[in-house]
Every structure is written in C-alpha cells, then in structure tokens.
Nanobody, 126 residues
Framework: QLQVVESGGDLVQPGGSLRLSCTAS????????IGWFRQAPGKEREGISC????????NYADSVKGRFTISRDNAKNTVYLHMSSLKSEDTAVYYC???????????????????WGQGTQVTVSS
C-alpha cells in the first residue's frame, strides 16, 4: 500500500524553528522527487520546496529561501523540511508529495504530483 505521512507540525513562536518529516511506505524515496507544499486558510496550495531524485540543487520559493532547508535521509526513507526564523505568515497546513521524473525547475508545481500526505499543521504565533 502506498502511503505518505507528514509529521512534526506544532505551535511555535515567531523566530522559532521546526523540523517536518515526510515518510513513505511502499516507496523507495531514492527514486522519486519529493515536494513540500503548504496551504493557508483561504489561499491556494503553494509549492515551497522540492528535491529531485538525483538531489540536484533543491528548489525553494522566494518566501522561504534562506530560512527553510529540504534534505533526505535515504537510510530512513524520510525527507525533512527544516524551518527556521518562522513568521506568522508561515502558518499553514504543510503537505508532502511524491512524484516521478519531475524536473528541478518544475518540482514546485502542485499538479505534477500523484501521491500526497494528509498534512501537518504549523502555527506560528506568540
């Protein structure tokens, strides 16, 4: 059974840090492009970071560049999103998605992914 699960969401103060995890069953993540997306209330889902099969330079949205880092641990079949200097506008449900043969320049495009997790809530508030 193919399953994608995100975890690590929490309530955090502005300026704080969190690490989100994306684990998959039924997939060997080594062979897939992994994307992190988020959706705030009343807004469209946006791609914020992604990493391709060959770990070519990760792609980041301008809104998170320099603050978020995507990485993968192949031994644990897990991809992480390290978030720092969090702002209130980072508040959203964060989703992990798995796709096949997505180029590095397009890997933040929502419609290119077939397999999605259920999301994890990140709330940045004092």
């Amino acid at each position: 059974q193919l399953q994608v699960v995100e975890s690590g969401g929490d309530l955090v103060q502005p300026g704080g840090s969190l690490r989100l995890s994306c684990t998959a069953s039924g997939f060997n993540l080594d062979y897939y492009t992994i994307g992190w997306f988020r959706q705030a209330p009343g807004k469209e889902r946006e791609g914020i970071s992604c990493i391709t099969r060959r770990d070519i330079t990760p792609n980041y949205a301008d809104s998170v560049k320099g603050r978020f880092t995507i990485s993968r641990d192949n031994a644990k079949n897990t991809v992480y999103l390290h978030m720092s200097s969090l702002k209130s506008e980072d508040t959203a449900v964060y989703y992990c998605a798995i796709g096949l043969e997505i180029s590095p320049t397009l890997c933040r495009v929502t419609g290119l992914y077939r397999h999605w997790g259920q999301g994890t809530q990140v709330t940045v508030s004092s």
